[in-house]
């Protein structure tokens, strides 16, 4: 299965504390932007590293892949009470599908054959484009998301 990304906050305590005075609605709100920031750095290395179709193939189309690659809200985050993020390749689904056709293989638009390309079944160790892109961008993606958070919380201690 995919390799696990662990990051752990030192020093945020501070924030944290500062944080639990402002109202939930609020503190969401800017939690969820500041995951989005950071979330976007990680997704930008995700599509510069993701493979793109060389050679023409039958219902494949270059870059379908690196195109669907979001940031997306974690419902299960969303339903625990808590907020999250996380980066991953868009299924062809709902609006898209009706857009774009029916998802299956057949679709040069379904980018269902993401899973092949970033842990190959066949070969052993897949190209990894969103793995590693987690795991080079992490601190980067840490120190936007806190970069964020800070301005807002100081424009709350100021009302």
Same mark, same amino acid.
């Given at each position: 299965?995919?390799?696990?990304?662990?990051?752990?906050?030192?020093?945020?305590?501070?924030?944290?504390?500062?944080?639990?005075?402002?109202?939930?609605?609020?503190?969401?709100?800017?939690?969820?932007?500041?995951?989005?920031?950071?979330?976007?750095?990680?997704?930008?290395?995700? =599509? !510069? &590293? /993701?493979?793109?179709?060389?050679? *023409?193939?039958?219902? %494949?189309?270059?870059?379908?892949?690196?195109?669907?690659?979001?940031?997306?809200?974690?419902?299960?985050?969303?339903?625990?009470?808590?907020?999250?993020?996380?980066?991953?390749?868009?299924?062809?689904r709902?609006a898209?599908?009706?857009?774009?056709? =029916? !998802? &299956? /293989?057949k679709?040069?638009?379904? *980018?269902?054959?993401? %899973?092949?390309?970033?842990?190959?079944t066949?070969?052993?160790?897949?190209?990894?484009?969103?793995?590693?892109?987690a795991?080079?961008?992490?601190?980067?993606?840490?120190?936007?998301?806190?970069?964020?958070?800070?301005?807002?919380i100081?424009?709350?201690?100021?009302?």
């Amino acid at each position: 299965m995919a390799d696990g990304i662990e990051v752990i906050l030192e020093g945020i305590d501070d924030m944290a504390r500062r944080l639990r005075d402002v109202p939930i609605a609020l503190r969401k709100k800017v939690l969820l932007r500041a995951l989005r920031k950071g979330a976007q750095i990680i997704s930008r290395d995700a =599509k !510069a &590293g /993701a493979p793109v179709l060389k050679r *023409p193939a039958p219902f %494949r189309k270059p870059g379908t892949v690196k195109k669907a690659i979001s940031v997306r809200t974690s419902k299960v985050a969303r339903k625990s009470g808590d907020v999250g993020v996380f980066v991953g390749v868009k299924p062809l689904r709902g609006a898209r599908q009706k857009k774009l056709g =029916k !998802a &299956g /293989a057949k679709n040069p638009n379904d *980018p269902y054959y993401w %899973r092949f390309l970033e842990f190959d079944t066949r070969r052993g160790p897949g190209k990894k484009f969103l793995t590693h892109a987690a795991s080079n961008k992490a601190s980067a993606a840490l120190d936007a998301a806190i970069a964020e958070v800070a301005p807002a919380i100081e424009k709350m201690d100021r009302r």
